[in-house]
């Protein structure tokens, strides 16, 4: 007797299974790249258009100057994914410093899709080291950042990253906005290390709710006008090492990394003004380890 072979029926079907299970692995796999490609070709077109905005822009800030490419000149270091809009760390690194070429004296911030692109302006001073700058800013939407560079020979210089962050102007006000004025105008200097290095660079830091004037109070759920901080003075004894303009496009308790020059002799002054017309002075002896002067916005000491 010829005994037939009896196949269970689930075995019957792992061919076929098998087969459509690896042809849904395609389509889900193709649907995946078609994706992927809708958002490439719509980042593309995003930052087209925002190429074309910066054409206003330029005309608008720079008129008709020739503006050449600064990748030799300076850096710009910016995060391409934000991990909060509000709060967005930014390098402008100095390439000419302690080169014979024509030093860097003033710098432009632009953040294209803010509501005031022109977000800050820097002029250094003879007891500036470099132009080197970082600081931390608020990002409103998908932009190009731009620092434009002017030597002292007055040719202008470019650079830009692009950011993805949106709602840095408008995130909400941190929850206790009483203690943040009481402490106003409060400052603090300390020095940074460079990548780990021996090399260092002096940190102001200032404490100020920066209000933008499009963010909403938690507890009333009101508007608040905008309270920023609008120029910040830096001068080491009679020698400027910056003057420089801001809009709220800065984070809240501003930030900004410096160099001072090795050889600049005499104290540490910073002068800090907001839009209110509130101002704030501080001293910092150049003894180390000596306790600073502070002259507040009414002008005791």
Known sequence: MTIKPSYNAAHTDVAPTRARASTAMLWL????????????????????????AWKSLRVEYFGDRAIADGQDV???????????PAVVPITITDQRAGTEASPIHKLWLVIDNNPVPMSAAFEFGPAA?????????????????????????????????????????SAPIGRDLDAARNNM???RLRRVRVDGSDETRSQLMIRHPNITGLQMDQLTRLVEPPHFVDAITLRKGDALVLESTMT????????????????????????????KGNEFRQTWPAEPGAAPTQTTADGKT
């Open 248 to 275: 709220f496009s800065l984070s809240a308790n501003p930030s900004l990394q410096f160099d001072v020059a090795r050889d600049a002799a005499g104290d540490l002054g910073a002068q800090v003004h907001d839009n």
């Open 29 to 52: 796999a193709g649907l995946c790249l078609l994706a992927l490609m809708s958002t490439a070709v719509a980042d593309v077109q995003r930052r087209d258009q925002d190429e074309a």
């Open 185 to 187: 105008g409060q400052m």
């Open 129 to 169: 080291r470099s132009a080197t700058l970082a600081l931390r800013v608020r990002v409103n939407s998908y932009t190009y950042i731009r620092v434009l560079a002017e030597s002292s020979d007055g040719q202008l210089y470019m650079v830009k990253r692009y950011v993805k962050a949106s709602g840095g102007c």
């Open 74 to 84: 300076v850096t710009l270091d910016a995060p391409y994914r934000a991990e909060d």
